[in-house]
C-alpha cells in the first residue's frame, strides 16, 4: 500500500474554493486514489475515486498528473458544514484488501 | 442510496463483559470490514472477511476479538472480555465484488467503564 502524505490542517471561508494535495510518491501501477470525508463521530464517507487525469462528481473533483504521484482533492465554494477530516488513501482493492487511513487533513471553513 | 447501518449507536458496558456489535453491510457486497477509532486518533484496521473466513486481521484484532456472518445478511464482531482500552468507535464497512469503493457504516460507540 502506497503511503500518502498530507497537509495536517488547512483554513479556509465560506464561498472559497479549497484545494487538498496529496503525495504518493510510490504508487504502484494498479493503485487508485480514494478520498474520504469523516466528521466527527461519523463513518468515513467516500467522496471521489481515480486512476489518472481529472474525475468530477456532484460534490468534487479530483485532479490526477500524469506521472500519479500526487493528487489534489478541488472542493468548490465550500461551506461551512465542509469542516471535516478529509483523508487520501492509496491502494489496490479489486480483491478486497483493506483500507490503511493516515492522519488526513482537517479543514476548516470559517464564516 | 444502500447503507452499511450499524447497532447499537452507542453501548456502555463495564470492564470483563462481552460485547458483539452488530452490521447489516450493503446487500450483495462480497467483502466486509471492522476498523475502530480512538476518540481524537486515525481509523484503525482490524479486519476483513470474504468468503465466510477472515481475509487479514491487524495486530489489534486479538484472541479478545471475533467475527462473524451468521446469516446472509449481519456481520458481528464480538469483543469476549472488554478492557477499558476498547473503548472506542467500532466501524464497520462493505465493499462490492466489482470496484474499489468501501462503504462505511456510521458507527458504534462502545464506552468501557
Known sequence: LAKTTQPISMD?????????TCSHNNIATNDYITWYQQFPSQGPRFIIQ????????????LFIPADRKSSTLSLPRVSLSDTAVY?????????????IFGQGTELSVKP | EPEVTQTPSHQVTQMGQEVILRCVPISNHLYFYWYRQILGQKVEFLVS???NEISEKS?????????ERPDGSNFTLKIRSTK??????????SKGGAGNTIYFGEGSWLTVV
Open chain 1, 12 to 20: 479556509s471561508y465560506e464561498g472559497q474554493e479549497v484545494n487538498i
Open chain 1, 87 to 99: 483523508y487520501c488513501l492509496v491502494g489496490e482493492w479489486n480483491q478486497g484488501g483493506k483500507l
Open chain 1, 50 to 61: 481515480g486512476y489518472k487525469t481529472k474525475v468530477t462528481n456532484e460534490v468534487a473533483s
Open chain 2, 49 to 51: 472477511f470474504y468468503n
Open chain 2, 84 to 93: 477499558l482500552e476498547d473503548s472506542a468507535m467500532y466501524f464497520c464497512a
Open chain 2, 59 to 67: 495486530e489489534i484484532f486479538d484472541d479478545q476479538f471475533s467475527v
